[in-house]
């Protein structure tokens, strides 16, 4: 599915999903945080990246190949990850089907004070923009549909 929306070329957003898939739209030069290219023209707005692994997606960063490929594979160390990204709240995409995770895994989260919300992954890719489109700190951890 795709989602439409307008654009903004200074955050990390998501422009669709598939099975198998999030496309991600990715501001030009983001990573250098430069408004030109290596031959000083301006920037020329986004760039698009598909994603075929688990990640994380917040305004300002990518984290791609977040390790846990599915649920059961999620541990401390993976949600630690989210934590030092330093969102208000958090979306776990689980998949094609929403599938708790065991609380426990999840303590880093609870005890960093950071909102957690369960969802399979296509409804996480929607909400992840409206959030992140109000300005709000939001992280999106997706795994694959």
Do not use: F
Request: one cysteine or more; aromatic letters at 4%.
């Amino acid at each position: 599915m795709q989602i439409h929306q307008d654009l903004d070329i200074h955050h990390y957003s998501i422009k669709g999903y598939g099975e198998g898939e999030v496309v991600v739209l990715v501001p030009l030069l983001a990573e250098l945080n430069e408004e030109t290219d290596a031959d000083g023209n301006p920037a020329k707005g986004l760039q698009q990246e598909r994603l075929t692994r688990s990640a994380i997606i917040t305004a300002q960063h990518l984290v791609r190949d977040w390790p846990p490929q599915g649920i059961e594979e999620l541990t401390r160390e993976d949600v630690e990850m989210i934590v030092a990204l330093k969102p208000e709240v958090v979306l776990i995409g689980t998949g094609a089907r929403l599938i708790w995770p065991q609380r426990a895994l999840l303590r880093p989260l609870y005890d960093a004070g950071i909102g957690v919300e369960i969802m399979d992954t296509a409804a996480a890719c929607r909400t992840y923009n409206v959030l992140s489109y109000e300005e709000r700190p939001v992280a999106a951890a997706l795994m694959m549909i």
